[in-house]
């Protein structure tokens, strides 16, 4: 607790005129505190894992400015995108099992799971995170995800899935209801084969996309641009 804090006072500056939110004309503590403890929280699951997830996506604690697709919510410039179909981060055992065996090849024990809380629409303040064992068995880790009361479901939320090896990254979403695989191109076959992937997976989800963005047709264009079109798979 004492490196959080110590982190804290090093990255927290709170707004010192202009767009702070002010009660009767004077400066409110209230909004302050909120952020405080959200600035501190992000904070910790950032120094959670050996790699910061901040070096895997690009997170901001400013819920007004909140990042999520179509956007670009990686921050590591020389990832390759691989996209499938969301919705939850597993389908069944078979993917899990993949999973875990990718991340041991790779060194992990255990992999991350932090909310944006930018992207739901919520009171709370701070975001659900969790850590998972990769001892973990499948029917464990769905009995935690079903305990889970709402607003912590996989169906309303976004979720960054990370581990202590900054070369890959996992974003769940819930619009579109894709996940997006981010990593280097030396785990590419690896993260295809463990969750059945063809190429980068985009002609596999070409009509959920095509459902989704409908009446969004500038977004679609904004995501085909930033996950498919601008994808360096050779």
């Known amino acids: 607790m004492v490196l959080d804090c110590t982190i804290f006072r090093l990255c927290y500056r709170p707004p010192l005129t202009k767009g702070v939110p002010r009660r009767g004309g004077l400066w409110n503590p209230v909004f302050h505190l909120k952020n ?4 501190i929280h992000i904070i910790r699951i950032k120094f959670m894992a050996g790699a910061r997830a901040d070096s895997i996506f690009r997170i901001t604690t400013d819920k007004e400015h909140v990042i999520c697709p179509p956007q670009q919510v990686f921050s590591n410039a020389d990832f390759h995108f691989t996209l499938t179909v969301g919705g939850g981060l597993f389908e069944d055992e078979c993917e899990y099992d993949g999973f875990r065996q990718v991340l041991q090849r790779l060194g992990e024990t255990e992999f991350y799971i932090l909310e944006n809380i930018g992207a739901t629409i919520t009171d709370r303040s ?11 068995r499948y029917v464990d880790f769905q009995t935690m995800l079903e305990a889970f009361e709402p607003p912590f479901g996989w169906v309303i939320n976004h979720f960054f899935v990370f581990g202590n090896n900054a070369g890959w990254g996992i974003y769940v979403a819930e619009f579109p209801p894709v996940n997006i695989i981010g990593c280097s191109k030396l785990l590419l076959r690896e993260f295809r084969e463990a969750f059945g992937i063809e190429g980068n997976g985009y002609e596999q989800i070409s009509d959920l996309i095509d459902r989704e963005f409908e009446n969004n047709p500038e977004d679609k264009r904004r995501f085909i641009e930033v996950y498919v079109n601008d994808n360096r798979i050779a």
Not at 126 to 136: E, K, Q, R, V, Y
């Open 36 to 39: 405080l403890y959200l600035h």
């Open 126 to 136: 701070l975001p659900f995170s969790a850590t998972i064992s990769l001892d973990c």
